[in-house]
């Protein structure tokens, strides 16, 4: 059960994909605040939980903290932080009564969610303007599928975006690209893509080659292809200032930039130096924008991550040149508390600051509006450029693309990435806890840089993520210049991480196929225990462990020097402990608590009962993974069915029968296959 | 068995208390690695435990990091820092071998402990110059115990310094100060004392009180002494540089302050904007530094708090000028990723810079030494400066001394807490595994602020982290200017808050006694599991219990929305649920795994076998702590003995056999007391 509540004059975000008729009335189970800004409140019973609201920061539950949907450039992710990259207005409170909420405006919203009073929540939104969609269900699960149905169909990548990638900030030059992916190749390290971080570029303009750094750039892209290495370009929000650059002068001659109160470009710094913003959401500029990806598809790229799209603004060209003035007025005062502050916060307001929000402005087809009002929609909408123009340029195939910065209905055009995390044992958990949050409001193509973005990694760090990211659909090992070079290939215990990357690779048919399901049914991939086991009292309290499609229960390490870890069963289970294709054990736990040891080489898996985990033999890349054999890990009581989804994985017809195979193991071990015939060495846990 | 080995000339650190002589030829268990740095390493067994190095950040097992001796003013405390307020260079290796190492030297000290390799530790000297004293014994608590002899008694605080505090940096004026404690004292909270952060000085000037803010000094002082409550000003490093400003001109005038090359005073600026740092090295202007503490004594303070004193430079103000030129001259320019990082990192380089270390210099009995030689000594020596001043001032009375900034040494004149910590769960965590690591080099008088200095406190996490503090000896609720207001008062559960401060006052006389008997036996009052359970397989994976003192062991929660925890038991243990002093209820366990329900109004508090733990009624101030009758939860197996240390919690003879009381009780409940006569409630576990 959806209702629609219309507040003001909301901005068509095009976050949702149904038209659904308005209501009247208040909102049910809020109660509107008087007050100056447009707000809701209700009560939240002692054991009531919330979830959603995607990415950001703390538990699966969300209750005890305060955050706002104001997408931000925030590499620090601490508790105390309010904002990340993405604005995902959604939540489901589930206890005393069970409901959903959707707050569609592309402005600041805050959700003080038990932050001033445990038992309170309330909903503030800067700007009055909303569709608001309350959802009412018997479940968490019944409602976000309302939800996800309501917003359209995930993004779904090509099947090669599902292997190992590799990415560094700090990879200049051709012979780097090809450094890496020989080191992998030669090491038997799988790997299917291979990242260019901001240095490909010349002098950081989008949709432009270094051709000094890499003068055969079109032969490399093609090379690693034939070593099925595919190479994933970076393009970022901000268009270089700079006469005689294509792109700038196009944007300038047709007024495709965000513009000042004056007609004046606003300009901005970032990487390049000073920047003007493409106005993607004005759909010509939009679809200009987008046609500019054309230059990389035809040097043989088909995949891209877009970045710095919050927008992420180092500095407004007005400000700092006001900053710059403040400082050198300091010159030869006594800076104390207070006028040493004046210094430091004027250091500190030169970033991201949303005052310069206010000072530029898109025309979109609802006329000219404040930066600030649809801030949120940035990110979104320049994905949705590149999305679009890919239906266009290659209507038949898919292309990789995720973003940093996000909005619900983004989900639709390409994934995202958790975006510049730390090499933190926390941020490790965090990421794995964000996983089904994000997955609640569309995005399924997710993953965090593994081992870390910023700050150095540890060995066992990088050990215990990559074995956390085993069932993430986007694998990458990404990291910052500066930092400890964090390839797999670089430490100590190689054979480790090799059979981890080799038991990805085994995992591929199951997670392509739970993906797929996933994403056609608008369901979650991965789950909270207590979204399946409903009944469960001590579920709620589980946020380390994840159910990763339907057979299958993580949990992994989060600890350093961790030798196992504790694990709750909401039911009877099998449990494979996995050190490499080859060398496992397994176990069965009754419901309940257990401590299991899992030493810095193994990896915990549990079957559920009447499930079945496929695998294949591996590969050292995806095109490499054989599913003409493969070996199941079923947990019999009865009787256990698998549908399995498979495809070609480059092309976007679905729904063909043919893609689906039953497979179906009895308590003796035999085994059908409907659909496909494949050979299965079935091993009863 | 200690031995001593010398490289270089070291400074004379005071460190240790006891003359040693010197061994001849290789330092044990480590290999002397050739190299530019004076270097020591060691090959680690995959079971290997490494602990020790007191204040820093990560686990009670350090393994898997590498920290650096460098005190700094880093209110960050995350993963990837090195360094945080304090130098404390001692660890114990325990595994094939067991041993421990003092790395006895005032420069920079890094050790690499399974971060390189994780099967290495490396330990490398800045400065040539150290003594390296090498431990052999049993199990790490002989280690420590050899240590703890070696290095001094413990400084023991007043009793009332056991009670609760209460501070805030913003609390301005005499009216502030008196409001907060009458808040307390009618709801019922319990409080001992009251801190004054930098607000009651005079511009920022060390020794003086701002006489609009505060014009009655004096009289506030005594009249919350009259209600039992203690004032605790600030002290910080920096010392104005202001005409007529008395600290000021009578350092200048003997040379007192620490200078340049060139004989100038070196200036730096922080709070008062600029300032000069007392030569605390220099034994006339130490003694002239801790004279200034009577200026505050006279009115009636007994107690103090050090800061600042690592010594934190916002600037030097050279630097600061070059700086602002720096800037400056940006002016105009295209800022990009290269220049912008210029800027920014022009601005970084202001604070806490190392290269200004080596700009100023001290006058030491060996001769002048650049700050950067001896630099982790500041802080003890600031310190030092206040506690030998209040020997020869008040040499019957205890004086409440802690620092921020620390060497091993400083233990013997002060206490510390553990900075600038936030309101983050993980940072409840991080305190609480700080507690034996300080423990092991001398620190008993410790505790980080609670409920987070920096960033917002929830309501829960508030609740929790007193839950957590119930055992620590320095209790303080603490926070910044700008954050949520946190005293106990401003919450909704004040009645669970309350409660748990009742508690406090209940275990009152079990903590003092356990403290005095740790400081007065060089002991541990907290202790991990592994050092007592040490043929415990599991012991070692257990950072989140703690012994707090002979009897009890202490499992709090540390997540938020959590409504129980795992606790781990390595031998039967009975437990206590406390609610209150009244509501409680008991069971008992076996050892292993358990997973223990607790409430968010429920502390988790478990008695060993034969051991108890003896309560008071509680109070309203240490004062009001009656111990003519005391409850008692003992768990006799076959005899439960308890001796309890009390004295009269202000004079420094604490040798008199009176002060000891021997209390027996059998498995029937009967019980019997030697030395004080007292009456027992007794509740078998």
Known sequence: MIRKYIFGSPFQTDAVVCDIPCSQGDV???????????????????ADEVYGLGENVRGINKRGW??????????????????????????????????????????????????THLDEMTITLVYPDAAIYVFEGMCVLDIVKEFRTLIGRSYIPPKWAFGFQQSRWG?????????????????HLPLDSIYLDIDYMERYKDFTVDRERMPHFEKMVQDLKEDH???????????????????YEEGIENGYFCKEEDGKEFTAGVWPGRVHFPDVLNPEARKWFGEQYRVLLDMGVDGFWNDMNEPSIFYAQDRLDSVIDQIAALKGRNLNLETFEQFMGAVRSLSDNREDYQKFYHQTPEGRMSHDRVHNLFGYYMTRAAGEAFERLCPDRRILMFSRSSYVGMHRYGGIWMGDNKS????????????????MVGFLYTGGDIGGFGADVTEDLLIRWMQMALFMPLMRNHSAMGTRQQEVYRFDNQKILRDTLHVRYG???????????????DEMYFKPLSFLYTEDAYAPQVEDQLLAGDSVMTAPVFVQNGKGRYVYLPEEMAMIRMRSLDDYDTDRYPAGHHYIEAGLNETLLFVRPDKMLIMSDGGEYTEDV?????????????????????DDGMGKKYDDP???????????????CEGRNIRLTVELL
Not at 229 to 247: M, T
Not at 424 to 439: E, G
Not at 658 to 672: F, L, N, P, Q
Request: net charge negative; hydrophobic share 35%; glycine share 6%.
């Open 28 to 46: 049910p189970h809020m109660k509107q605040e008087n007050g100056e800004n447009l707000s809701f409140s209700c009560q939240l019973g002692s």
């Open 66 to 115: 305060r955050y706002c949907s104001c997408c931000v450039d925030e590499p620090n992710h601490t508790e105390d932080r309010q904002s990340l990259y993405a604005a995902h207005n959604f939540l489901v409170v589930r206890g005393q009564t069970c409901f959903g909420i959707f707050v569609d405006t592309p402005g600041v919203v805050t959700f003080d969610i038990g932050y």
């Open 171 to 187: 990879y200049k030059t051709e012979e780097d690209i090809y450094r890496v992916v020989k080191m992998h190749r030669e090491n």
């Open 229 to 247: 290495v595919h190479v994933v370009p970076i393009i970022d929000a901000g268009v270089k200032v700079e006469e005689g650059y294509a792109v």
């Open 424 to 439: 933190w044992w926390q941020h490790m958990l965090l990421n794995y806890k964000m996983q089904p949050s994000l997955n």
């Open 507 to 521: 995992l591929l048919p199951y997670l392509y196929s739970e993906f797929m399901k996933a994403a056609l049914g």
């Open 626 to 646: 054989h599913t003409d054999h493969m070996k199941v890990f079923a947990f019999v009581k009865t009787n256990a069915v698998y549908e399995w989804y498979d």
């Open 658 to 672: 043919e893609h689906m195979t039953k497979i179906t193991v009895a308590a003796d071990g035999t085994y059908t």
